[in-house]
């Protein structure tokens, strides 16, 4: 009985099975295999002779690997033949596959969609009122430097010639000042929309025909926080700085990345969740 045990038992580490059918076929025989050791267990303390050693000692190294010629047989069977009932998947894919899966629900994305998959996301609507006294400022000091250069230069130019183009460059000084008011008003009044492909991040501004954006390369593994930002437009003399609720992300180089300022508390909570679950699903798949 041991010697047919034995018999049978060689082909399943002789060679690999071909095909799924054939991996059936010898988990079948496991299952045969196991259901014959006990009696065969029983009976074994009758070979005494030496003539049976090698037989004893080759049916003991059989039996204690017969779970694990078990358990590799299912998982080929899980790769040659997905779904089929006897085979077994690799749990660790599957469990990551499952934290994927759950990320992509709570973020309302097609649970069969590839991980990376780009995400657009609204993070902050146009706002013409937050930007609109700041362009106004802006406009009516640029006209006023641009009105007095005009007269100044041109008396100085009757006067001295082109050595009054020196003034230019006392006046880039206010047009510098007028510039960054009318860009701080775009940033305030503009819509701003951010889109996720994979770990490169793009943050767009747009407001009516103008468009501006810019691409970072986001740490996944560093979580996306609520924080605070000093807003660096213009404010009245003596006033002190002006600190605004943002979102934090972190670049690859360590720098912050700051969006979703003119939003809800409740909204920017929602973005943080969702942008986190997105860099959540990524380094789930790596």
């Known amino acids: 009985a041991m010697r047919s045990w034995v018999a049978r038992f060689a082909p399943l580490v002789m060679d690999a099975p071909a095909g799924a059918s054939e991996t059936r076929e010898r988990l079948r025989l496991v299952e045969e295999l196991r259901g014959e050791s006990s009696g065969v267990d029983e009976a074994k303390s009758i070979l005494l002779t030496m ?26 069977l899980a790769e040659d033949a997905p779904g089929d ?14 934290a994927e899966t759950a990320a992509r ?6 649970t069969y969609a590839n991980a990376g998959e780009p995400l657009e996301i609204v993070t902050s609507p146009a706002n013409w009122t937050a930007g609109g006294g700041m362009l106004i400022f802006g406009l009516g000091w640029n006209a006023f430097t641009t009105f007095h250069a005009t007269l100044m230069i041109g008396g100085m130019w ?15 000084i206010f047009w510098s000042v007028g510039i960054g008011m009318l860009v701080a008003a775009f940033f305030q009044a503009a ?11 793009e943050v767009e501004y747009r407001l009516g025909p103008f468009r501006w954006s810019k691409r970072h390369t ?8 609520t924080g605070q ?6 404010r009245p003399k003596g006033s002190g700085p002006r ?14 990345i700051h969006v979703a300022r003119s939003v809800s508390p409740a909204r920017r909570d929602e973005l943080c969740r969702q942008f986190n679950q997105y860099l959540t699903s990524l380094t789930a798949t790596h």
């Open 218 to 225: 986001v740490n996944p593994r560093l979580p996306v926080i």
């Open 191 to 201: 819509s701003e929309k951010v889109r996720f492909d994979g770990n490169t991040l």
């Open 229 to 234: 930002v000093e807003d660096k437009g213009m």
């Open 51 to 76: 003539e049976d050693a090698d037989l004893v000692r080759t049916y003991g190294q059989a039996r204690s690997q017969l779970a694990s010629i078990e358990r590799d047989l299912r998982r080929r």
């Open 85 to 98: 009932p006897e085979s077994e998947p690799a749990y660790d894919a599957l469990q990551d596959r499952l």
């Open 243 to 256: 600190i605004m609720p943002c979102l934090i992300l972190t670049d690859d180089q360590g720098r912050p």
């Open 158 to 172: 009757a006067a001295f010639g082109p050595g009054a183009l020196a003034l230019l460059l006392f006046y880039a």
């Open 105 to 110: 629900i709570e973020m309302g994305v097609d």
